[in-house]
């Protein structure tokens, strides 16, 4: 797996922001759209987190070494993309392209 979030974002309009990661091209048509696609992440990165802590924390030390980097991947990935799209929202209702 890559360890690196290499994530790029454009914003030709207001009405459309693209969020390139390495993995592929997420098109979301407006920054309400862009809200509701970070919260569906945030609600991923807290589920991740509640996985790795807490209660769940003597299942997660039990995986094996790549299933633990696996899953701190993905979490990675996730607050990433967050962050990224958190970012754009703010740029849409800017007005203004990243």
């Avoid at 920054?31 to 003597?58: I, N, R, W």
Wanted: aromatic letters at 4%; hydrophobic letters at 45%.
């Amino acid at each position: 797996m890559n360890a690196t979030n290499n994530i790029s974002v454009t914003n030709a309009s207001q009405q459309n922001i693209t969020v390139t990661t390495p993995h592929g091209t997420l098109h979301i048509k407006s920054a309400l759209d862009a809200e509701d696609h970070a919260m569906m992440k945030a609600t991923e990165l807290h589920a991740f987190l509640a996985l790795v802590s807490g209660e769940g924390q003597a299942d997660f030390m039990s995986m094996n070494e790549e299933l633990k980097n696996s899953l701190l991947w993905a979490a990675r990935r996730s607050a990433g993309e967050l962050c990224e799209v958190l970012a754009q929202v703010r740029f849409a209702e800017a007005g203004v392209s990243k």
